[in-house]
């Protein structure tokens, strides 16, 4: 009998150890299979994202393109209006000339400011690194006029959220 119940307890051990076996091969291949799903996904991630940054990157150009495209169109019209005044130029007097050019002046001027650029104020204001440019000082008697512009070289301009082009001026010192 001790024969036998050894036997059998073997081959239950055995059995055992099949199943544990079997069950761990079968966990491995599920493990295996959410790896392979897993990668699977990952490209599939990748693959999205790339296209998606390609995407935008496209927009973005486009959009550039069409922002350029739409200045050009507004500032076409002084153009045309310059040209005129060139042609008035060969047939009229200096005065007609200049009041021309001032109109076209003014209308560019209009043109920027509709696109959003302001001209930067200078003249009698106080000096700002960020907004000004001293391309020079000039001596003043007055305190008042100590760390103001006194004269504006090159006009300034900006938009609301940045300087363009700073003014150049000179700023009076004591």
């Known amino acids: 009998?001790?024969?036998?119940?050894?036997?059998?307890?073997?081959?239950?051990?055995?059995?055992?150890?099949e199943d544990e076996n079997s069950e761990a091969e079968a966990a491995e291949d599920e493990r295996d299979k959410r790896i392979k799903d897993l990668e699977h996904d990952l490209a599939v991630?990748?693959?999205d994202f790339y296209n998606f940054r390609q995407r935008t990157i496209k927009e973005r150009q486009e959009t550039r393109k069409r922002s350029q495209e739409e200045v050009i169109i507004a500032?076409?019209?002084?153009?045309?209006?310059?040209d005129r005044a060139l042609e008035a130029a060969n047939s009229?007097?200096?005065?007609?000339?200049?009041?021309?050019?001032?109109?076209?002046q003014r209308q560019f001027v209009n043109t920027l400011e509709n696109l959003g650029v302001s001209i930067i104020?200078?003249?009698?204001?106080?000096?700002?690194?960020?907004?000004h440019d001293a391309s020079g000082t000039e001596k003043v008697d007055d305190p008042e006029l100590?760390?103001?512009?006194?004269t504006e070289r090159l006009k300034g301009y900006?938009?609301?959220?940045r300087v363009l082009r700073p003014a150049q001026v000179t700023v009076g010192k004591i």
């Open 1 to 17: 009998m001790g024969k036998e119940e050894f036997n059998e307890d073997d081959d239950a051990k055995i059995a055992d150890q």
């Open 92 to 104: 009229e007097d200096a005065k007609s000339i200049l009041k021309g050019v001032e109109m076209v």
């Open 146 to 150: 100590d760390g103001k512009i006194i």
């Open 158 to 161: 900006r938009t609301q959220e």
């Open 121 to 131: 104020k200078t003249e009698g204001e106080k000096f700002d690194p960020a907004l």
């Open 75 to 82: 500032i076409l019209p002084v153009l045309d209006n310059l």
């Open 45 to 47: 991630q990748r693959a």
